[in-house]
């Protein structure tokens, strides 16, 4: 809400002087009621970025420093927004494992039934572009005994050191890199047994959604530039020929 007090100023100073006040309380009690206060506060920065563009538009003649400072304000916004993306995304490809992992939990006789033939190999493309999540059981020691998965043709071990930040935990996540191109979502949880579950989901369908996401922001930054920039030109050629 600070952020969003501080945005007013970028409002033409008529606007604000007789909205500002009101626009504050609205936002004050919208968020404060909002069961979602980040994705509240992100639609609301949204929001607030054309709607100062626009009653920047209407006020004339155009300040050169208020579209300096709304090209600033809508670039630190689409900051905001590829950040908050990009954590979005990782955490849904988390989803799947934390869930395989949290069933095998409550019901470990459940797991006999995924870890049968055929196996995946998590190296093949055909995986890794894939939604696919494998499923790995593991003794107290860390080695691996049982999975439906494969990798380079051996049952999926990863560091031994995950086994004992989920003993400690009870449940942890993890970016695994076995190799080279090979970025999986791993999920772990502890057995009643003192074994552990491993669950895992390729990252590379994630991240592309995450690249064209940028790719998204970026086009609408320049577009965002190229406007700005189209209308600064034309109030100062409209300027010049009342000057003339």
Do not use: C
Not at 54 to 79: D, K, Q, Y
Not at 101 to 111: E, I, K, R
Not at 228 to 240: E, I, M, Y
């Amino acid at each position: 809400m600070r952020v969003y007090a501080a945005s007013l100023e970028l409002y033409p100073e008529a606007f604000r002087e007789r909205y500002g006040a009101e626009m504050l309380d609205t936002a004050s009690r919208e968020y404060a009621a909002a069961k979602r206060p980040l994705r509240f506060a992100v639609v609301l920065m949204g929001d607030t970025a054309m709607s100062v563009f626009r009653e920047n538009l209407r006020a004339t003649p155009v300040r050169p420093v208020m579209l300096a400072g709304f090209v600033m304000f809508f670039s630190f916004l689409l900051l905001g927004v590829a950040l908050f993306g990009q954590q979005r995304l990782r955490r849904g490809a988390d989803q799947a494992p934390e869930a395989l992992t949290a069933q095998v939990a409550a019901q470990p006789d459940s797991a006999a039934a995924r870890l049968g033939w055929p196996r995946h190999e998590i190296s093949s493309p055909e995986w890794l572009s894939s939604s696919s999540s494998f499923l790995a059981l593991y003794d107290a020691s860390g080695k691996v005994w049982a999975a439906n998965a494969e990798f380079e043709g051996a049952l999926p071990q990863p560091p031994k050191g995950i086994f004992a930040t989920i003993r400690a935990r009870g449940m942890y996540k993890v970016t695994w890199q076995p190799e080279h191109g090979v970025r999986v979502a791993l999920a772990g949880r502890s057995l009643p047994d003192g074994g552990f579950v491993l669950a895992g989901q390729s990252l590379i369908p994630g991240e592309a959604r995450t690249d064209s996401f940028y790719r998204f922001l970026l086009e609408l930054w320049a577009v965002m530039l190229l406007y700005t920039g189209v209308l600064v030109l034309s109030r100062w050629w409209q300027a010049s020929r009342r000057t003339v």
